[in-house]
């Protein structure tokens, strides 16, 4: 006889038990209540009955090594952290902080030190770190405990639509161990291609040269010169703009959309694009799923009730972020049914004789055809890995559901690569434009680098940047979109959960940080300190690398709440603090790509247009004069407005158009 899956029988019975009971409030304590009491009796079966069982044994030095390692978690119990309240731990400073977890911890950091220990809800021990060498160790010297992101399991459970539900099961932010490998190996096979960057130079430099001509349209010409020359300048929200921009390099890189149609259809395509890519930050954050918080405290018994709940009573936010995953996902799933018919996994493939190794894996070539995209490649990757792998002469056919299962899987990339790469690139730039700003004479120095190279390179025709032009021939322009990275990091906080690898002891409780005696020398070769730090964090825990804190850290970079694009021009070396895209198998597998486009987005514009020297409050840093907030990014709160003038041209402001 078969049994009724839990999920099969909630879907009947819970409608007979909403009628029932007025308000499922009572259902929430009822399962917070379990769960403290699970967490109390987890501690004391933890600290005294693996004791008692040694002394029973009689086995004194084993009794004092159970002790040591009990004493040991205490310590990490006993860390100076925030007040954790019953039930909820401190959780509710999220939502007072609308999950901003960059202000909460910077207020944090002040109080508690560099590293600290909190609980995000019932009994989830997490520890903050804000040194460097630290976070270092978590990103690379220990990077096999530290593999995965906390995630609670079955995410896609708590999702309400079948779009947003596929996003969260397989984005390479969630996936864990050997589906995150298979994942990230075809991304890496892609975005660490220089060949296949510099064939989508073209698409970036074409976004580009429409911003341009877009910004331009603020201004109607003449002949005349009896313009003030204060009158030249416009004011423009700069943000709003770029994203624009970045939406149209992501749209053609990751989709192949083409983004210089301006059908009708294209055009609403591209707003529908844009307005979900918005919709999916505005409502992205801890504050914007509850039950997230909740998941990953309950036990997994009770997983699928959590996870009805959330589908049937879901927040605003849950149903606006699924409604924009499914638009997203609908064009997606156009271009990747193309792809699909391309590839024909029945073509022989030699045999690999071992599994590839979890970091890092080399990958296979590819080579990048006239208008494929991401999605295309990303699946003829997996194809090829499949037939790799394979221990025959022939690939194997590969059956329908683990076609399905990949093909969700890829165009749950799409999204991310899509909706990532629209918002931290426009961040990006609206922030490396507002501090040249402040500092113009930097602004005039990338001005003179870029006239150089198309002075050099293609005198008399249109400024062209590939991605080899972008990493090695405009370092002074490279230097300050890091420095503005090192000032507003993408993402200011990155987070990982302690799993021991497959090669660890068993019945091993958790990873040691040890720092042994070591100097470190900060960017400007000023600032020398010996430090020795051991922490131990336990299994399943979860780890935050303060990364925005550790940039700003006056132990790090001098004066670090200055604009100093100089720390990453010869003769400094890149700073032994700066990792803005993480370190390690889990950094951003699209920081090439970015950096690239952010380079030629921003040359062009030097080309372009003048700055207007922005005005700078007496004592005011370059991070007190722009308001910013993490929601799921670091984004302005009120965006970035610029003045800004064409280059070399005799014009009037155009009144008649907004800005």
């Given at each position: 006889m078969m049994v009724p899956s839990l999920d099969v029988v909630l879907d009947v019975v819970w409608p007979f038990l909403l009628r029932m009971t007025d308000s499922y409030v009572l259902w929430f304590a009822?399962?917070?209540?379990?769960?403290?009491?699970?967490?109390?009796?987890?501690?004391?079966a933890h600290a005294s009955v693996r004791v008692i069982s040694v002394m029973i044994g009689g086995d004194k030095s084993r009794l004092r090594q159970e002790y040591n390692k009990v004493n040991n978690k205490k310590k990490i119990v006993r860390l100076a952290g925030p007040r954790s309240f019953p039930f909820v731990g401190s959780a509710m400073a999220l939502f007072q902080n609308q999950g901003d977890l960059d202000q909460m911890f910077a207020v944090w950091i002040k109080q508690f030190g560099k590293i600290f220990n909190m609980q995000l809800f019932v009994g989830i021990p997490a520890i903050v770190i804000a040194d460097a060498n630290l976070a270092r160790q978590v990103f690379l010297k220990k990077h096999t405990w530290f593999v995965n992101r906390p995630a609670p399991s079955n995410l896609e459970r708590f999702i309400p639509g079948t779009s947003a539900q596929h996003f969260f099961r397989w984005s390479m932010t969630v996936v864990k161990d050997a589906e995150w490998r298979s994942v990230r190996r075809a991304a890496t096979a892609v975005f660490h291609s220089n060949e296949i960057l510099n064939r989508f130079s073209p698409a970036v430099n074409e976004a580009a040269k429409r911003l341009v001509n877009d910004l331009k349209a603020l201004w109607s010409w003449n002949d005349?010169?009896?313009?003030?020359?204060?009158?030249?300048?416009?004011?423009?929200e700069i943000w709003r703009k770029i994203g624009e921009t970045t939406l149209e390099v992501i749209c053609s890189t990751v989709m192949g959309l083409e983004t210089s149609n301006t059908s009708e259809a294209s055009r609403t395509r591209h707003m529908e694009?844009?307005?979900?890519?918005?919709?999916?930050?505005?409502?992205?954050?801890?504050?914007?799923?509850?039950?997230?918080?909740?998941?990953?405290?309950?036990?997994?018994?009770?997983?699928?009730?959590?996870?009805?709940?959330?589908?049937?009573?879901?927040?605003?936010q849950m149903r606006d972020t699924s409604k924009a995953l499914e638009t997203i996902d609908h064009y997606a799933n156009e271009l990747l049914d193309e792809a699909i018919a391309q590839v024909q996994c029945e073509e022989k493939a030699p045999p690999l004789t071992a599994e590839p190794a979890s970091w890092p894996v080399p990958p296979p070539r590819l080579e990048l055809q006239e208008g494929e995209s991401i999605i295309n490649l990303m699946y003829k990757m997996w194809a090829h890995d499949k037939g790799l792998k394979s221990t025959a002469t022939a690939a194997p056919r590969i059956g329908p559901a683990l076609r399905?299962?990949?093909?969700?899987?890829?165009?749950?990339?799409?999204?991310?690569?899509?909706?990532?790469?629209?918002?931290?690139?426009?961040?990006?730039?609206?922030?490396?434009?507002?501090?040249?700003?402040?500092?113009?004479?930097?602004?005039?120095?990338?001005?003179?680098?870029?006239?150089e190279h198309h002075a050099r390179k293609n005198p008399g025709g249109q400024l062209t940047v590939t991605h080899d032009d972008a990493q090695t021939l405009f370092p002074k322009t490279m230097a300050c979109i890091r420095e503005a990275i090192r000032l507003f990091p993408p993402a200011p906080v990155t987070s990982r959960v302690c799993s021991p690898p497959s090669h660890a002891a068993s019945g091993t409780n958790g990873a040691w940080l040890d720092e042994e005696d070591e100097t470190v020398v900060s960017d400007d070769g000023g600032i020398t300190k010996t430090t020795k730090s051991t922490i131990f964090v336990p299994k399943n825990a979860d780890v935050f690398i303060a990364i925005r804190a550790i940039h700003l850290d006056p132990q790090m970079f001098s004066n670090p709440r200055t604009f100093d694009p100089q720390r990453f021009l010869p003769p400094n070396k890149e700073p032994y603090a700066w990792f803005p895209f993480g370190l390690g198998p889990r950094q951003c597998v699209a920081t090439k790509l970015a950096l690239t486009e952010a380079v030629t987005v921003l040359a062009h514009f030097a080309r372009s247009f003048d700055l207007k020297a922005a005005y700078v409050a007496p004592g005011e840093d370059d991070l007190e004069g722009l308001e910013t907030k993490m929601a799921g990014t670091l984004g302005p709160t009120k965006g970035v407005h610029l003045r800004i003038r064409p280059r070399c041209y005799v014009f009037k402001p155009n009144t008649t158009l907004t800005t």
């Amino acid at each position: 006889m078969m049994v009724p899956s839990l999920d099969v029988v909630l879907d009947v019975v819970w409608p007979f038990l909403l009628r029932m009971t007025d308000s499922y409030v009572l259902w929430f304590a009822f399962l917070i209540m379990v769960v403290y009491f699970r967490q109390l009796m987890n501690r004391f079966a933890h600290a005294s009955v693996r004791v008692i069982s040694v002394m029973i044994g009689g086995d004194k030095s084993r009794l004092r090594q159970e002790y040591n390692k009990v004493n040991n978690k205490k310590k990490i119990v006993r860390l100076a952290g925030p007040r954790s309240f019953p039930f909820v731990g401190s959780a509710m400073a999220l939502f007072q902080n609308q999950g901003d977890l960059d202000q909460m911890f910077a207020v944090w950091i002040k109080q508690f030190g560099k590293i600290f220990n909190m609980q995000l809800f019932v009994g989830i021990p997490a520890i903050v770190i804000a040194d460097a060498n630290l976070a270092r160790q978590v990103f690379l010297k220990k990077h096999t405990w530290f593999v995965n992101r906390p995630a609670p399991s079955n995410l896609e459970r708590f999702i309400p639509g079948t779009s947003a539900q596929h996003f969260f099961r397989w984005s390479m932010t969630v996936v864990k161990d050997a589906e995150w490998r298979s994942v990230r190996r075809a991304a890496t096979a892609v975005f660490h291609s220089n060949e296949i960057l510099n064939r989508f130079s073209p698409a970036v430099n074409e976004a580009a040269k429409r911003l341009v001509n877009d910004l331009k349209a603020l201004w109607s010409w003449n002949d005349t010169n009896d313009v003030d020359e204060d009158e030249r300048f416009v004011d423009v929200e700069i943000w709003r703009k770029i994203g624009e921009t970045t939406l149209e390099v992501i749209c053609s890189t990751v989709m192949g959309l083409e983004t210089s149609n301006t059908s009708e259809a294209s055009r609403t395509r591209h707003m529908e694009l844009l307005k979900s890519a918005r919709a999916v930050f505005a409502n992205s954050g801890f504050a914007a799923n509850p039950y997230l918080l909740i998941a990953g405290a309950v036990p997994k018994m009770f997983s699928p009730i959590l996870g009805l709940i959330a589908r049937t009573f879901p927040t605003q936010q849950m149903r606006d972020t699924s409604k924009a995953l499914e638009t997203i996902d609908h064009y997606a799933n156009e271009l990747l049914d193309e792809a699909i018919a391309q590839v024909q996994c029945e073509e022989k493939a030699p045999p690999l004789t071992a599994e590839p190794a979890s970091w890092p894996v080399p990958p296979p070539r590819l080579e990048l055809q006239e208008g494929e995209s991401i999605i295309n490649l990303m699946y003829k990757m997996w194809a090829h890995d499949k037939g790799l792998k394979s221990t025959a002469t022939a690939a194997p056919r590969i059956g329908p559901a683990l076609r399905r299962e990949w093909a969700q899987a890829i165009r749950a990339q799409a999204a991310l690569f899509f909706i990532a790469g629209y918002e931290t690139t426009a961040n990006t730039l609206s922030f490396t434009l507002y501090l040249l700003a402040r500092h113009i004479d930097w602004f005039h120095a990338i001005q003179a680098e870029v006239d150089e190279h198309h002075a050099r390179k293609n005198p008399g025709g249109q400024l062209t940047v590939t991605h080899d032009d972008a990493q090695t021939l405009f370092p002074k322009t490279m230097a300050c979109i890091r420095e503005a990275i090192r000032l507003f990091p993408p993402a200011p906080v990155t987070s990982r959960v302690c799993s021991p690898p497959s090669h660890a002891a068993s019945g091993t409780n958790g990873a040691w940080l040890d720092e042994e005696d070591e100097t470190v020398v900060s960017d400007d070769g000023g600032i020398t300190k010996t430090t020795k730090s051991t922490i131990f964090v336990p299994k399943n825990a979860d780890v935050f690398i303060a990364i925005r804190a550790i940039h700003l850290d006056p132990q790090m970079f001098s004066n670090p709440r200055t604009f100093d694009p100089q720390r990453f021009l010869p003769p400094n070396k890149e700073p032994y603090a700066w990792f803005p895209f993480g370190l390690g198998p889990r950094q951003c597998v699209a920081t090439k790509l970015a950096l690239t486009e952010a380079v030629t987005v921003l040359a062009h514009f030097a080309r372009s247009f003048d700055l207007k020297a922005a005005y700078v409050a007496p004592g005011e840093d370059d991070l007190e004069g722009l308001e910013t907030k993490m929601a799921g990014t670091l984004g302005p709160t009120k965006g970035v407005h610029l003045r800004i003038r064409p280059r070399c041209y005799v014009f009037k402001p155009n009144t008649t158009l907004t800005t």
